[in-house]
């Protein structure tokens, strides 16, 4: 989702009017008001015939997010109207553990595709890592090829529960030039907060 055609943040739809991102995506001096972000429904951000743009009308960043010590990036945006003809995701309620370590993890974001130059924002990408670590509110991961990036942040993170995909992680942060691993905050451990 963005200011007009652009991108500066991935979201998930999780119900009709309902979007869940991070929480860094929705604070701080230099994010646009709610009334002047839209979000889109597309393969491509950057035009108008690329994708449905509907209008956000409130933030809600989790009221435990520390920017600092880097935990709870998660929030909600709520939208004016409701997106229809489109399946919303079905986010995780399950307690992740140790048995996800070493299984993959797939995002789907709208962020640049070179951390070094970043360029290449606005399309819809996918890729898929591998979990290395479960902590107690993020999700840590390698991977290689596509990765998230710039502007993935706040996408989803889908793993298989059972038997589902299901939205575990909300993308937060990564190495600098977009490389090699990054962290998501989990989204099981916030489910009660987004309910």
């Not at 994010?31 to 509907?54: H, K, M, N, W």
């Not at 997010?65 to 489109?86: C, E, K």
């Not at 079905?90 to 993890?105: D, F, K, Q, S, V």
């Amino acid at each position: 989702y963005g200011s007009g055609f652009g991108h500066f943040c991935t979201g998930s739809l999780i119900a009709s009017q309902w979007i869940l991102t991070a929480a860094h995506c929705v604070t701080g001096t230099d994010i646009p008001e709610p009334y002047q972000t839209s979000f889109c429904v597309g393969a491509d951000a950057r035009t108008r015939s690329g994708c449905v743009l509907t209008e956000a009308d409130s933030f809600h960043p989790n009221p435990a997010y520390d920017r600092a010590a880097g935990t709870g990036d998660i929030a909600l945006v709520h939208l004016a109207t409701a997106v229809t003809g489109v399946s919303t995701y079905t986010y995780n309620t399950t307690a992740l553990g140790a048995a996800y370590e070493g299984g993959p993890i797939f995002w789907v974001g709208y962020g640049v595709n070179d951390g070094v130059r970043d360029t290449g924002g606005g399309l819809k990408r996918s890729g898929t890592g591998t979990i290395n670590r479960i902590r107690s509110g993020t999700i840590n991961y390698d991977f290689g090829g596509v990765m998230p990036c710039s502007g993935d942040s706040g996408g989803p993170g889908f793993v298989t529960i059972g038997g589902s995909s299901r939205v575990a992680g909300v993308v937060s942060t990564g190495d600098v030039d977009c490389r090699s691993y990054g962290t998501d905050t989990r989204v099981d451990v916030w489910a009660s907060w987004i309910a």
